[in-house]
């Protein structure tokens, strides 16, 4: 007998960003950060958990190839589940005992893997979403994201749709630093996000290693953490709940530019932007200006690839411009996509238009999506 279920489990990118850890096992950090969780339409982690008397061990595999499921993150996740797994068992003798069986994980990313667009946060929230299934947990989400934080930082904000915080918490045992929803996606239901990849290759300071040299080397780093995001947390969330996009906006690139300083005045620095990824900075801010208004938002995360928030009212202006720029190249594979004629190049920015041209791979066209679901198996 083989037990199973599948989930798909969304990404996120994060407009306040996460950047520093208090307790590296337990994946504390030293801010709260806010996120918008993007469509699994268009970008998905799809995994199914299952687990029989047949397996012998536990495996993990990834885009059809066996990984290590000994590290510390991961088995920190399965510790987890199992426990509470027990805690059903033990309540009632009849189910079956599954905590004391083997476990396949099976997952695939519809997406390039460490090309810097949050692949360990859908992947660590599908894990957790879809075993926590298997063994038809109680437990609400916010309780599933204190464990997929273990995994990885950012995964707890994917086990939720919408606007999503992730409050820091202050207890050392983490218990009270776990995801919560800011507002459901239908609450503001047409923020965009135009993705562009600008490098599909795999980073090489990944987010786990550059934060740690972050808090141990940069003398900006203390005072972001306690200076500056606890008031953008509070004033990001208003933006949301009066949907004031322009304030939105200016806090998102504001915090992106913050969180890339702090890694530029670590030793030795850390380089995420490249010079595509700032042509995209001034293309936004040139649409902006052309607009005559704040329409778009930029930010980056541990790597050169830009996300631009809008909404679906000035896709024309926000698309259009990049559509303008780099759509003879691209690929623009969805149908949000495909619906979006190429517009104006903002005035000025042929320099910047041409870095972007040789810059970017791919563009992927999404919007605000809902939390992880349940799917049919592999
Ligand atoms: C820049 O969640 O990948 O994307 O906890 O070490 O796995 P670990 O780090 P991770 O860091 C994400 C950093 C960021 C900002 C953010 O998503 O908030």
Request: hydrophobic share 40%; proline share 4%; aromatic share 6%.
């Amino acid at each position: 007998d083989v037990h199973r279920s599948s989930t798909f489990a969304p990404v996120n990118i994060a407009v306040i960003k996460y950047w520093g850890k208090r307790d590296t096992a337990l994946n504390l950090p030293t801010n709260s950060s806010l996120s918008i969780t993007l469509s699994q339409d268009d970008l998905r982690t799809h995994t199914t958990a299952s687990c029989s008397l047949k397996y012998t061990r536990d495996a993990l595999v990834l885009n059809g190839e066996d990984q290590d499921i000994s590290g510390a993150r991961t088995q920190a996740c399965l510790r987890e589940l199992r426990g509470l797994r027990k805690e059903v068992e033990a309540k009632d003798g009849s189910v079956p005992e599954l905590s004391g069986m083997a476990l396949k994980i099976v997952s695939e990313n519809n997406f390039p893997t460490a090309a810097g667009l949050a692949s360990s946060a859908a992947g660590f929230a599908a894990l957790v979403r879809a075993i926590a299934d298997l063994y038809a947990l109680p437990s609400p989400p916010a309780e599933l994201s204190r464990i997929a934080r273990q995994g990885s930082g950012s995964a707890c904000r994917s086990l939720f749709g919408g606007y999503v915080a992730w409050k820091m918490g202050e207890e050392t045992d983490g218990s009270d630093s776990a995801a919560y929803e800011v507002a459901p996606a239908q609450h503001w239901p047409d923020m965009r996000a135009l993705i562009l990849v600008a490098s599909a290759e795999k980073k090489d300071v990944s987010s786990t290693v550059g934060m740690q040299a972050t808090v141990k080397t940069s003398e900006r780093f203390a005072h972001r953490a306690e200076n500056i995001v606890p008031a953008r947390m509070a004033a990001t969330e208003e933006c949301v709940k009066s949907r004031d996009f322009a304030t939105f906006a200016d806090l998102t690139m504001r915090d992106s530019n913050n969180f890339h300083a702090t890694c530029l005045d670590t030793s030795p620095p850390i380089f995420y932007m490249n010079d595509t990824s700032r042509a995209a900075v001034r293309v936004c801010e040139a649409i902006n200006t052309h607009a005559g208004r704040t329409i778009c938002a930029y930010t980056f995360d541990a790597g050169p690839n830009a996300v631009v928030y809008y909404l679906a009212e000035t896709e024309a202006q926000v698309a259009g411009a990049f559509r303008g720029i780099v759509g003879h190249k691209t690929g623009w594979d969805n149908s949000r996509g495909r619906a979006i004629q190429a517009g104006e190049v903002p005035k000025g920015m042929e320099i910047a238009a041409e870095m972007l041209e040789n810059g970017v791979s791919r563009v992927i066209l999404t919007a605000v999506g809902d939390g992880p679901r349940r799917t049919e198996e592999h």
